[in-house]
């Protein structure tokens, strides 16, 4: 009976995500000719070939069959040896990411992960950027994280779509006076959804101040130093909704549960609780 080694499936599905073998053998660790040779021999093992010739990362109908059944098997590896090494050090601190955005929300509520995840001593919290966060998950440095999410390269156990707004404190200037704006950096969901809908609007913009430390946005925001783009459900209190019609509508932003096995998945739900349970699940 023919079997398929982990590593086999864990370099296809990587080629597949990075839509590249040298992306890939970066984020493995591993040479690209090595990550090549593991493809070739997944095509040898189902005897078929994985990707279209005429589109390099277009995937066949076996391709796309390999690529589904492979991320579900290497969420239940993973999520085994995780749940093992739980096992053999039931004190151990659970890693927890939290986008900067969700801290002052979700932090009081850490308890709610002890039930479901089995947590010994506490929780170990990491809040920063959420491409920083995706990152470490997928270094397994992190248990579980919750984030604002582009395209993830990792298991995602839950997404919801969530509206954006601007937020803050006398926000009426006149139509034809640039925005005044506190924004996370560039390559962060708010700060592209934010700008993208200036541009589009034609709307002149002054970026104030630049942070990607939600706490710092939010006191610039307070200050009335400028409008910051905000989830909101998580804008802190003291910040409202702007009325002012002439700042551009900002498109919803996708939020992210990842964790490394069905039990903490099942934590991490619990955990979010009603910070979600009003928005689009996808």
Same mark, same amino acid.
């Given at each position: ?17 990075? +839509? ?9 660790? +591993? ?9 070739? +021999? ?5 005897? %078929? ?57 979700? %932090? ?20 920063? !950027? ?23 390269? &990792?298991?995602? %156990?839950?997404?919801?779509? !969530? ?55 939010? &006191?610039?925001?307070? &200050? ?35 964790? +490394? ?13 009603? !910070? ?7």
């Amino acid at each position: 009976m023919r079997s398929i080694p982990i590593d086999v499936l864990r370099a296809f599905v990587a080629v597949v995500e990075a +839509r590249g073998f040298t992306r890939a053998a970066e984020e493995l660790g +591993r040479s690209q000719p090595t990550i090549s040779l593991q493809v070739k +021999r997944l095509e040898e093992l189902v005897e %078929a070939p994985l990707f279209e010739k005429a589109a390099r990362f277009d995937l066949t109908a076996v391709g796309a069959v390999c690529f589904d059944y492979g991320k579900r098997l290497l969420r239940l590896h993973d999520g085994m040896l995780d749940e093992a090494s739980r096992q053999k050090a039931p004190d151990a601190m659970l890693r927890v990411g939290v986008a900067s955005e969700f801290a002052g929300r979700l %932090a009081p509520r850490l308890g709610q992960l002890r039930p479901d995840a089995g947590v010994g001593s506490g929780f170990e919290v990491v809040t920063d !950027a959420s491409d920083v966060l995706a990152s470490a998950f997928r270094q397994n440095a992190l248990d579980i994280a919750f984030l604002v999410s582009g395209e993830i390269e &990792a298991p995602v %156990a839950g997404r919801w779509r !969530a509206p954006l707004r601007w937020f803050g404190v006398g926000c009426g200037r006149a139509s034809t006076d640039p925005v005044r704006i506190a924004i996370a950096p560039r390559g962060s969901a708010l700060h592209e959804a934010a700008i993208e809908a200036l541009r589009a609007q034609g709307r002149k913009f002054e970026i104030v101040c630049l942070s990607a430390d939600f706490a710092v946005l939010v &006191a610039a925001a307070s &200050a009335g130093l400028g409008v910051a783009p905000m989830i909101e459900g998580f804008a802190p209190d003291g910040l409202s909704p702007c009325p002012d019609k002439s700042l551009p509508a900002l498109p919803p932003v996708t939020l992210s549960l990842l964790a +490394r096995s069905p039990a903490l998945e099942a934590a991490g739900r619990r955990w979010l609780g009603d !910070a979600v349970e009003t928005l689009q699940s996808l």
